[in-house]
């Protein structure tokens, strides 16, 4: 294996961060965290699989200077920006809100933590902010679209912040799109639930057949707070996602939902932390995958209940259906409980074929194989798909699992 490099590509050296942001007449604050994640990019090195969370997924002969950085189009559908409510740019956000972003941006996800997050900290360009005001409940779901068209050999930073405030409720869906070349993207998201608001973010990936993405997500809860993450995953070549759960305020409520449906050489990589500091909060992670021809999943997932976390109720499920005999599964979920007074904490993970006499019964019922299979495997995410927030996208899973599986290797 080789050995992780720390060499920095020209477009990530400082001066060359930020030439564009000077152009695009940032302020003094934002340069001085465009400088420093330059800096971070060019002390770290890539992650090996020696990290825990990279064992599977090996990164260490990924050459970021074969990825050009590209301004990353986004387009935001329920734009709003009045009575204190916010659906817009980053850089819109700059002007009249200023302090919301500099209070928020990278306060959950630090520059010096990855290397792939210092480069979307020195990089990121566009960006999202949305922010629900206290008390106030989005009428509609602000969608978030990142479609790189035919951008080839290109590395996009998406970055997304919402922030609700007080008995606030707004959902959120990203959808990421791409042609089949080469493309390198790595995300950021950051969210901020006060005090018994409630947030909804759904992250639709149909990212192209050679797209590579590394995204991380952390979210802070507030008192008896709300948040639910769904993830759809069903494009892109290697997609490696990283959700993480504080929940601080007593009370707090988490639910991650994720689905994976992969062929060829698909390579989907998941890692979530729930992580219970305040009493009596409550969490739940469910993550599905189902893997036709070379395919791969993999599971890490930690539970941890601090001292402090008197009270408080988590589950952890990872379930994985091999389709072909060339797909491939790793699940390994971690319960860490500081604490003996827990109301109830459990895993589970299962890797297997599909239920050879539920297949059977399907086909004495007159279809072919591969229609069995697809009915079967729309059956299997349904417990994540009823959960979706947004209306249509259950149904829209439907028909990807059946498009999807028509033409797999199985």
Not at 197 to 204: M, T, W
Request: charged content about 25%; some cysteine.
């Amino acid at each position: 294996m080789s050995e992780p490099t720390t060499a920095v590509a020209p477009a990530y050296d400082e001066q060359a961060v930020l030439a564009p942001a000077l152009e695009r007449g940032e302020p003094g604050w934002l340069l001085e965290r465009r400088a420093e994640a330059a800096r971070a990019f060019a002390a770290l090195p890539l992650p090996t699989p020696a990290l825990r969370p990279w064992r599977y997924t090996d990164v260490t002969r990924l050459d970021l200077s074969a990825f050009a950085p590209a301004e990353t189009p986004i387009a935001i559908e329920g734009t709003v920006d009045e009575g204190g409510a916010y659906a817009g740019t980053l850089a819109g956000a700059l002007e009249d809100r200023g302090r919301l972003v500099a209070d928020r941006l990278g306060t959950l996800i630090p520059a010096t933590e990855g290397k792939f997050i210092a480069a979307n900290a020195a990089l990121w360009s566009g960006g999202a902010l949305v922010h629900a005001p206290a008390g106030h409940a989005f009428e509609e779901p602000v969608v978030v679209t990142i479609d790189a068209g035919e951008l080839a050999d290109a590395a996009l930073y998406p970055r997304l912040v919402i922030e609700a405030d007080e008995q606030s409720e707004v959902t959120v869906v990203l959808r990421t799109r791409s042609g089949d070349a080469p493309l390198l993207a790595s995300g950021v998201v950051e969210i901020a639930v006060a005090q018994a608001a409630r947030v909804r973010l759904l992250i639709d990936d149909r990212w192209g057949a050679a797209t590579q993405d590394f995204t991380t997500i952390r979210a802070r809860l507030g008192r008896d707070s709300d948040l639910q993450v769904a993830s759809l995953a069903i494009g892109g070549a290697i997609l490696k996602q990283t959700v993480e759960v504080v929940l601080e305020g007593e009370g707090a409520n988490s639910s991650i939902r994720a689905v994976a449906l992969g062929d060829g050489d698909q390579h989907f990589d998941f890692v979530t932390l729930q992580d219970h500091v305040g009493p009596r909060t409550i969490s739940d992670v469910e993550v599905k995958a189902a893997l036709a021809g070379a395919s791969r999943s993999i599971y890490y997932g930690i539970t941890r209940v601090e001292e402090g976390a008197a009270g408080s109720e988590a589950n952890q499920q990872n379930r994985n259906l091999l389709l072909s005999g060339d797909s491939k599964a790793d699940s390994d979920p971690v319960l860490e409980i500081l604490t003996a007074d827990v109301i109830r904490c459990g895993h589970a993970a299962t890797v297997g074929p599909v239920d050879q006499d539920a297949l059977f019964y399907l086909q004495s019922r007159g279809l072919d194989r591969r229609t069995a299979l697809q009915l079967l495997v729309s059956g299997f995410f349904q417990t994540v798909a009823r959960d979706l927030a947004v209306g249509g996208m259950a149904d829209d899973l439907e028909r990807t699992v059946f498009a999807k599986l028509a033409r797999a290797v199985l």
